[in-house]
């Protein structure tokens, strides 16, 4: 039995003998399948053209993938609570454990969305078997099981005195985000994923159903997102790739970009 990755989004799908006949999140309107059609891959490639990306980005340090593949997301590694992944990446190296080791370790994963599933099952059993904590709305997206996965449920999961997951649903039904109250230097820090996603002049984010279709998120989840971040304070917003960040005056930046975005979808705000 082999592990297949999509080489499109690198999600990881469940054992099988052959490759699936589709990828469920690519052929998703969230997402695409390439022109040139349906490809797969498996850990072991992957592992042999790439290698683990490991940096500071911001106050954080963070994991990615180079060279870049599918989506280019990294995750953040949060020092609270046992240590905590926010999202996750297609490739798993020794290396990259060992860094997170070194800098305390992780007690468990958070995932933002579907689109970062990628190999969390590999993640949490490289590291012990730690649990990967997933929105329950969107249970139906888990491509590759495993006992480790926890479904939480509600508005808002703490995992910490200053650490809590926040439901954020738009981008994806169980959309969420991590807010940290105590992040470095005394500062306050929203941890988006894309549910909102920082625009490329770090002036702003946008609200999106699709990023590469360029589909605007429905003002009804606008304004969803608003009332869920209502009283929700942060200096710095961590987007869900290397830079794409607010740093400084972030919660101005997210509230002016409410307002933007719904007058320019028509729809009058509150």
């Known amino acids: 039995m082999t592990v297949f990755l999509c080489a499109a989004c690198a999600t990881q799908m469940p054992d099988s003998d052959q490759p ?36 500071m980005d911001g106050d954080l340090f963070g994991v990615g993938v180079t060279p870049s593949m599918s989506i280019p997301q990294r995750a953040l590694l949060v020092p609270r609570a046992g240590g905590l992944l926010w999202d996750c990446t297609s490739l ?112 702003g984010v946008s609200f999106v159903h699709s990023v590469p279709n360029h589909v605007p998120m429905h003002p009804d989840r606008i304004e969803g997102i608003r009332d869920r971040l209502r009283g929700v304070e942060f200096d710095d917003l961590y987007g869900f790739t290397w830079g794409l960040n607010l740093i400084g005056g972030a919660r101005a930046k997210v509230d002016q970009s409410f307002t933007a975005f719904l007058a320019a979808e028509g729809h009058p705000t509150r």
């Open 20 to 55: 699936p006949a589709s990828c469920p999140i690519c052929t998703d309107d969230r997402q695409f399948v390439p022109a040139s059609g349906q490809r797969w891959t498996t850990h072991p490639e992957l592992a042999a053209g790439h290698a683990a990306r490991l940096e």
């Open 92 to 203: 798993v190296t020794d290396e990259a454990v060992v860094a997170l080791r070194r800098r305390g370790g992780v007690s468990a994963i958070a995932i933002s969305h579907p689109h970062f599933y990628s190999s969390m099952v590999e993640w949490s059993e490289a590291l012990g078997g730690v649990p990967v904590l997933l929105h329950e709305a969107d249970r139906d997206w888990i491509q590759r099981s495993s006992p480790a996965i926890d479904l939480w449920s509600g508005d808002r999961l703490r995992l910490a005195d200053d650490v809590v997951l926040i439901h954020t649903p738009g981008h994806f039904p169980g959309s969420c985000v991590l807010h940290w109250s105590d992040a470095p230097a005394g500062r306050q820090a929203l941890l988006a994923g894309d549910s909102l996603h920082p625009r490329l002049d770090l002036t």
